[in-house]
């Protein structure tokens, strides 16, 4: 093809091209929340500044959704995830007790079967399985699963202090927990990621803080044998990282992230991510299409015990 000719078809091809995807906004709230998402259902809490409380906020199928149920004082620790049959449902905590919400009959019910005088939060569901953290009095956080009808405690960290559990997500790949616990007391601490199967932890991810930096495993999302989550580092700034881990090669990939992402899922090529601003405001938005790269060797060896 001679030069004029060539250059002719290139920029035919610039303009006739499909433009890449960018990022969209969904929401923009006043106060700090987390988000998630299934199937077509993406799910939030909403802050009423007048109020001080916060309410649950739905889009289904690209529809705003405003679900009447009780208002909260804290964030819902809300998730997304299919219910018996498939279709999307909601669970959070609310005061203390985990609820469900319905979208497609937009009726709320409380779990009581899990719900005690104790303090339930953190809930994840896949079919008929949830999985759920209890807290009782001062007493370590416990994580839990109820399954055909028996709910079971989880194992922990063995010959560590658990500080906390920072999050779980449950799928069909089984149960993941983010378990905090101490390195050193009063001083450092690492969060975990672990997979649980088999009556054990199995190690995926650690990340370490201390001093002025503190770092966070945030929101795994389990997509066939992958698993998708983020790290933030406040602090230095440095090592804020979206990855993407293989279950089966245990092979684990990379690519830029951010200090301020509050919570993610993977949608496809892309995450929903709620994300803090410069001026304390909170967005929803689906993040450009993430491109990964085989994470660098330092990263590779978090992924080992």
């Known amino acids: 093809m001679k030069p004029i000719a060539a250059l002719v078809a290139l920029l035919a091809l610039a303009l006739t091209a499909t433009p890449a995807a960018a990022e969209q906004r969904l929401a923009v709230e006043s106060a700090p929340f987390t988000a998630d998402a299934y199937g077509d259902v993406i799910a939030w809490s909403s802050y009423d500044a007048v109020a001080k409380t916060y309410s649950l906020r739905l889009l289904r199928a690209g529809q705003p959704v405003a679900p009447a149920v009780a208002a909260a004082a804290k964030p819902l620790d809300l998730d997304v995830g299919p219910g018996p049959d498939g279709a999307p449902v909601v669970v959070y905590s609310r005061a203390g007790d985990i609820f469900q919400y319905d979208p497609a009959t937009g009726l709320e019910q409380p779990l009581a079967e ?7 939060r953190s809930p994840s569901i896949h079919r008929s399985a949830l999985g759920f953290v209890r807290e009782v009095r001062r007493k370590k956080p416990v994580v839990y699963l109820r399954r055909d009808g028996n709910t079971r405690r989880q194992p922990r ?5 658990t500080l906390g559990v920072d999050g779980l997500e449950l799928s069909a790949r089984g149960l993941f927990v983010i378990y905090r616990t101490d390195i050193v007391p009063t001083c ?9 199967a088999g009556g054990k932890l199995h190690h995926v991810f650690s990340v370490g803080s201390g001093g002025a930096n503190f770092g966070q495993i945030v929101s795994p999302t389990v997509v066939r044998r992958s698993i998708f989550f983020g790290r933030t580092n406040q602090g230095s700034g440095q090592g804020n990282r979206f990855f993407r881990y293989d279950l089966r090669s245990r092979k ?13 899922t993977w949608r496809g090529d892309r995450f929903l991510m709620s994300r803090a601003t410069a001026t304390d405001a909170t967005d929803l938005l689906l993040t450009d299409p993430i491109r990964f790269t085989r994470a660098t060797r330092a990263d590779q060896r978090r992924t080992r015990p």
């Not at 450092?188 to 649980?196: F, G, I, K, N, P």
């Not at 684990?252 to 951010?258: E, I």
């Open 157 to 161: 960290p063995r010959f560590k202090e």
């Open 114 to 120: 899990v719900n005690t005088a104790g303090v339930e």
């Open 188 to 196: 450092c601490s690492r969060a975990t990621l672990y997979r649980v």
């Open 252 to 264: 684990l990939f990379a690519a830029r992230g951010t200090s301020r992402a509050l919570s993610l």
